[in-house]
């Protein structure tokens, strides 16, 4: 390093200024994860998004298969092929994110889906009247410093009427 080189970088060091490389932008990522992949029906960026040893849980109503706890890549799309089974969202315009929270590494969201109720749905929630179901749901997101997924959360519950006052 020259000596003007040197002098440049202790200068920048004394303001504060780091030269080790940035940290992702971990709200920008997960919007992305959710605009393309989720919403946008992008499934290789949802996989490639997620770390190899990725641990991911899911919380709802008693009696739905995908509650549960899954991990790697494998384990979330055994997640994907219950959802899918089990909770019918007609289009993408029907699930939305309405607030992300970015604390360092870890993205709260918070939105609303509604669909079908099915069979399943009716079996496994009988109090839901009418033919529409609303799940408002929150999800817990954890990156790495490569901006992978390595841990997921989601909180859900079902409504057969949107509620009065929404939790965001």
Same mark, same amino acid.
């Given at each position: 390093?020259?000596?003007?080189?040197?002098?440049?970088?202790?200068?920048?060091?004394?303001?504060?200024?780091?030269?080790?490389?940035?940290?992702?932008?971990?709200?920008?990522?997960?919007?992305?994860?959710?605009?393309?992949?989720?919403?946008?029906?992008?499934?290789?960026?949802?996989?490639?998004?997620?770390?190899?040893?990725?641990?991911?849980?899911?919380?709802?109503?008693?009696?739905?298969?995908? +509650?549960? /706890?899954?991990?790697? $890549?494998?384990?979330?799309?055994? &997640?994907?092929?219950?959802?899918?089974?089990? @909770?019918?969202? *007609?289009?993408?315009?029907?699930?939305?994110?309405?607030?992300?929270?970015?604390?360092?590494?870890?993205? +709260?969201? /918070?939105?609303?889906? $509604?669909?079908?109720?099915?069979? &399943?749905?009716?079996?496994?929630?009988?109090? @839901?009247?009418? *033919?529409?179901?609303?799940?408002?749901?929150?999800?817990?997101?954890?990156?790495?410093?490569?901006?992978?997924?390595?841990?997921?959360?989601?909180?859900?519950?079902?409504?057969?009427?949107?509620?009065?006052?929404?939790?965001?």
């Amino acid at each position: 390093m020259t000596r003007s080189a040197l002098f440049l970088v202790l200068g920048l060091m004394s303001f504060g200024v780091s030269l080790a490389s940035a940290a992702p932008d971990y709200g920008a990522i997960v919007k992305n994860w959710y605009e393309k992949g989720v919403e946008g029906g992008d499934t290789q960026l949802v996989m490639d998004t997620l770390s190899d040893d990725i641990q991911w849980w899911c919380f709802g109503p008693a009696g739905f298969t995908m +509650n549960d /706890y899954y991990q790697g $890549k494998d384990g979330v799309g055994q &997640f994907f092929d219950r959802l899918g089974n089990e @909770l019918v969202v *007609d289009t993408a315009q029907n699930f939305r994110v309405h607030q992300m929270d970015v604390s360092g590494n870890v993205v +709260n969201v /918070y939105g609303l889906e $509604k669909g079908t109720i099915t069979p &399943f749905v009716k079996q496994n929630a009988p109090a @839901l009247k009418g *033919d529409t179901f609303y799940n408002y749901f929150n999800h817990r997101l954890e990156l790495n410093e490569q901006g992978k997924i390595t841990r997921f959360r989601c909180n859900w519950a079902l409504f057969d009427h949107p509620v009065a006052v929404a939790p965001f």
